[in-house]
């Protein structure tokens, strides 16, 4: 079977011209709106099957170009007499809306006549390198109607926003649907919208707010501005949600940042009444939040507000050490109330870090370096590193008796005592004074609270390393091993049937953990030296490699006064009682019999005398009765004295071994800076005299701020001893001698 091809009738092409303009006018008719039939399916292919043969026809008869320029003539010829005049004639709104709906009409012409137009898309636009149809049939209205229109567009759409950030009412669909066009006409590049429109609005914006920032920050306080500047930027990041571009956020946002808080940050933080200080100061923590907010989305924006409130902290904490200074009296301090008040500073503020600033790293910042200016300075000559050693021994104290203090009220009273020995440089002095209180507390007050000690102990561990309370934690277990002693002593005593003669306990201390102690060869009476040796008997059976070193300076006893009026019992030292103990056999003793007797220096022996003939307790009755101690004083007992209680402590005058403290302080940071060189040395081994210094205060700082000036003695001193020596062709270079 052959089959053979049929000739299609050729379509000339007015009379394909003339079918295309009777179904161009329809479709013109139907999208204004006027009085006609809808298209069928009939009329839709007579198009379509029209086009399809006029441009599959073999040439002369191939109309494809020609179909092409008809295509777009259509709507060149459509928007240059229906379209822009239509527009013209309309102002504003108006404009705006009839601008709109031409744009939308564009769109469904084109779409309907690229379907009649299809083979044109198919074969032809492309072997041809052309746009296709729907992207003739959109340039034809920008370059026809758009760039006509757009400057006008732009300046109405500009006087609406001004409108509504003036609280009137705008259509804002309208605004959305326009600024689409001016995306769409971008052809997929945001050129036309960011060009003709978006770098106008951005302008407009920067100058509407510049004068509202102005007119604003003369009347408003600092609260009322910030308030009206966040509802601002609010207001302006719904206008990107309704009708702007959601690339123009970004850009806006910053310009209104700029122009309401950039630029006015200084004069609106220092506002004399309401700015970050007052704010601070009145407890405002919703203002000050939206203070974070506001400056916290903007780069840097944080800074001149976390140094308005460093500022702030400083001069709060420097009015209350001056204050401080003001109550002491006579280096009388008052430790704790001063460390109580800067505990209470700092939570203040600590809750402002948390809770206003959320925890932002700037503000931390800031409050370390404020606390770390007034908490370093010294109040009645005192360091606030002893300060705080003496607030914790009266507060260790007090919380033994004070019931009020429970449990979570102590671990946060050691929680801010931690947290304040963080702000001080000088932590070693801290820690030697500290060391200096907890020895008195564990050995002459006896009722400490083992738990509390450890608790706080712990804490410093964790923050600033095991080295740091090594030789406090060595004490706490001296103690532990007393006990043991204590029952030990007792059990050898029973066993060898010796009579102890009296109650007498011992604890033995290890050389190294505690504070170095004043020692002499005092003479004690028989009943104390019996029960010594019986105690060094009973040792010698746990240990024959130590020897016991006997510290009188430390020990108290308990001795039954008989006076005339009734017998009271005396607590006293033990330099005390050996004194009170030589009036048993006499009445009388002058104060060089005293001396010889009981061998005890001049310095020691006035200080006792001076506690039980000059203070309040006058056990001995001097000769002359003056306050002072002369070595031709001579005393009596005073069968007299009596007193309200049958038990009394008889203090001895307090002994001010701060100098001696910073002495030892001093030597062990000698030590600990040859520490630090050397061993920055042996890993460098070759280092210059800046890099060596830098390095060496840097790793030491932890702990205290070290001396440069003492950082090269010792250097000197290390290179004398021959640990280091200069590099001969450069004497700022040291290296290491292995």
């Not at 204004?32 to 069928?40: R, S």
Request: charge should be neutral; proline fraction near 3%; glycine fraction near 4%.
């Amino acid at each position: 079977m052959v089959f053979g091809r049929i000739d299609r009738p050729i379509i000339f092409w007015e009379d394909g011209s003339s079918i295309i303009d009777e179904s161009v006018t329809k479709l013109k008719r139907i999208l204004e709106g006027k009085p006609e039939t809808a298209f069928v399916t009939e009329q839709y292919m007579k198009n379509y099957t029209t086009i399809y043969d006029m441009c599959t026809q073999k040439p002369p008869e191939n109309y494809s170009d020609q179909l092409y320029n008809k295509f777009r003539g259509i709507f060149e010829e459509y928007a240059k007499q229906t379209v822009l005049p239509s527009i013209m004639e309309k102002h504003d709104e108006y404009m705006l809306r009839e601008f709109s709906q031409r744009w939308d009409i564009n769109k469904i012409m084109v779409k309907w006549l690229s379907h009649f137009f299809f083979y044109l898309d198919r074969f032809y636009t492309a072997r041809a390198n052309l746009p296709n149809l729907n992207k003739a049939g959109m340039t034809c209205f920008r370059d026809h109607v758009y760039e006509s229109i757009h400057f006008n567009a732009k300046q109405v759409i500009i006087a609406l926003i001004h409108k509504e950030r003036e609280d009137q009412q705008i259509d804002r669909a309208l605004l959305k649907n326009v600024l689409d066009l001016f995306v769409q006409n971008g052809m997929e590049s945001m050129d036309r919208y960011e060009n003709d429109f978006e770098k106008f609005f951005l302008e407009e914006t920067t100058s509407y707010y510049s004068r509202k920032a102005s007119s604003w920050i003369q009347a408003d306080t600092c609260p009322e501005y910030m308030i009206k500047a966040e509802e601002s930027l609010k207001k302006e990041k719904e206008r990107v949600t309704h009708y702007l571009h959601s690339d123009t956020e970004p850009k806006l946002i910053k310009g209104v940042q700029d122009v309401l808080l950039v630029s006015v940050a200084k004069d609106l933080l220092e506002m004399e009444d309401s700015g970050c200080s007052a704010l601070l100061r009145d407890d405002k923590t919703d203002d000050l939040a939206r203070m974070y907010r506001l400056y916290h989305a903007i780069p840097k924006g944080l800074e001149p507000v976390s140094e308005a409130f460093r500022l702030h902290v400083t001069s709060e904490g420097n009015t209350l050490i001056r204050q401080a200074e003001d109550k002491a009296t006579n280096n009388n301090v008052v430790e704790q109330d001063v460390i109580r008040r800067i505990i209470d500073l700092h939570h203040k503020y600590m809750v402002y870090v948390t809770e206003c600033f959320q925890n932002h790293t700037l503000f931390y910042k800031a409050l370390k370096q404020a606390f770390e200016i007034f908490c370093n300075k010294k109040v009645a000559g005192i360091s606030s590193a002893e300060l705080l050693a003496m607030f914790c021994d009266n507060f260790f104290k007090k919380s033994l008796n004070d019931k009020s203090n429970d449990e979570s009220t102590i671990e946060s009273t050691i929680e801010n005592v931690v947290k304040l020995l963080d702000y001080i440089s000088d932590k070693d002095h801290f820690a030697e004074f500290y060391r200096k209180k907890l020895a008195r507390r564990l050995l002459l007050d006896r009722n400490f609270n083992d738990e509390h000690e450890r608790t706080i102990l712990t804490k410093l561990k964790a923050q600033f390393g095991g080295q740091f309370t090594s030789k406090m934690e060595g004490m706490l277990t001296d103690m532990q091993l007393a006990k043991e002693h204590h029952s030990g002593f007792d059990t050898y005593i029973g066993n060898s049937g010796k009579p102890k003669g009296m109650d007498f306990t011992v604890t033995v201390l290890t050389t190294g953990f505690w504070p170095s102690y004043k020692t002499s060869d005092l003479n004690l009476p028989l009943e104390m030296v019996s029960c010594i040796e019986s105690f060094k008997a009973y040792y010698e059976t746990k240990t024959k490699h130590r020897k016991l070193m006997l510290i009188y300076s430390l020990g108290n006893c308990h001795l039954n006064g008989r006076f005339d009026s009734k017998p009271i019992e005396l607590i006293v030292s033990t330099y005390q009682a050996a004194v009170l103990c030589a009036f048993n056999n006499t009445e009388r003793l002058t104060y060089q019999e005293l001396l010889e007797q009981l061998n005890l220096g001049h310095e020691d022996l006035a200080r006792v005398l001076h506690s039980l003939s000059c203070s309040k307790y006058k056990i001995l009755n001097k000769e002359p009765a003056t306050k002072t101690i002369s070595k031709t004083d001579s005393f009596e007992f005073n069968s007299k004295f009596t007193d309200k209680l049958r038990r009394i402590r008889v203090p001895l005058p307090p002994i001010d071994d701060r100098r001696r403290v910073v002495e030892d302080v001093d030597n062990d940071r000698r030590y600990a800076i040859d520490a630090c060189l050397v061993r920055i040395m042996k890993s460098r081994k070759v280092f210059s005299h800046q890099q060596l210094v830098s390095e060496c205060i840097e790793q030491l700082s932890r702990m205290f701020k070290p001396d440069i000036k003492v950082i090269k003695k010792r250097i000197e001193d290390l290179i004398g001893r021959e640990f280091l020596e200069r590099d001969t062709e450069n004497p700022n270079t040291y290296k290491y001698v292995a």
